[in-house]
Nanobody, 120 residues
Framework: QVQLVESGGDLVQVGGSLRLSCTAS????????MGWYRQAPGKPREPVAS???????NYADSVKGRFTISRDTGKNTVYLEMNSLKPEDTAVYYC??????????????WGQGTQVTVSS
């Protein structure tokens, strides 16, 4: 059974920092691209950052220079370091694991989400 368990969400003031963690089980972590998505009330879920099995990273324009994604294969964990937080960063943040197998089969898994609230 695949599980992605997020933690680290909290209420923080504008300009503050948070680190989100997501620990995976039931998958071969090193084979998966790991990502963070977020969903604000009334808005669709959007990608925030991703990191491939080879540690190539990608960021949404809105978080470039403020957020850093990293992974620790030994701990099956992906992190999202968030700095200079803004009210518009307020959302539920979801962890995602994604892999396309040889032959084209794709597997994607989601965590349950963790709330980040940035207050002004």
């Amino acid at each position: 059974q695949v599980q992605l368990v997020e933690s680290g969400g909290d209420l923080v003031q504008v300009g503050g920092s948070l680190r989100l963690s997501c620990t995976a089980s039931g998958i071969i972590f090193s084979f998966y691209t790991m990502g963070w998505y977020r969903q604000a009330p009334g808005k669709p879920r959007e990608p925030v950052a991703s990191i491939t099995s080879g540690s190539v990273t990608n960021y949404a324009d809105s978080v470039k220079g403020r957020f850093t994604i990293s992974r620790d294969t030994g701990k099956n964990t992906v992190y999202l370091e968030m700095n200079s937080l803004k009210p518009e960063d307020t959302a539920v943040y979801y962890c995602n694991a994604d892999r396309t197998f040889l032959g084209g089969t794709r597997r994607t898994y989601w965590g349950q989400g963790t709330q980040v609230t940035v207050s002004s």
